[in-house]
């Protein structure tokens, strides 16, 4: 997907989302990973990482750990780093299905 069709269709979805939905979405392709917070505003992270949730923020530390430390690829970094959160946070869901488009 076109980068310039990416942002347009964030302000889309930012819009429709933060009037819906008071909540945060991750919008990704393979080249940028933005976050669209509950109050609309729209956040790129700075290592391209990104993580919401109750067990986000321990998701977050070990992908970037992962990413940093490992050769893994994206989708597996992104299922060990859910799978460590589970380990931590009891709110953090264990059955993980990682798809890949």
């Known amino acids: 997907m076109d980068p310039v069709n990416v942002r347009y269709l964030l302000g889309?979805?930012?819009?429709?989302?933060?009037?819906?939905?008071?909540?945060?979405?991750?919008?990704?392709?393979?080249?940028?990973?933005?976050?669209?917070?509950?109050?609309?505003?729209?956040?790129?992270?700075?290592?391209?990482?990104?993580?919401?949730?109750?067990?986000?923020?321990?998701?977050?530390?070990?992908?970037?750990?992962?990413?940093?430390?490992t050769s893994m690829n994206a989708a597996q970094i992104a299922e060990e780093s859910l799978r460590i959160a589970a380990e931590i946070c009891i709110y953090t869901n264990d059955r993980i299905t990682v798809e890949t488009l």
């Not at 009037?19 to 080249?31: D, T």
Request: no cysteine.
């Open 12 to 69: 889309v979805i930012k819009r429709q989302w933060w009037v819906m939905l008071q909540a945060m979405l991750i919008v990704a392709n393979n080249e940028r990973a933005y976050l669209i917070s509950g109050t609309g505003d729209l956040i790129q992270p700075d290592d391209g990482i990104l993580a919401i949730g109750s067990g986000g923020s321990f998701a977050l530390a070990a992908a970037r750990a992962l990413m940093k430390h």
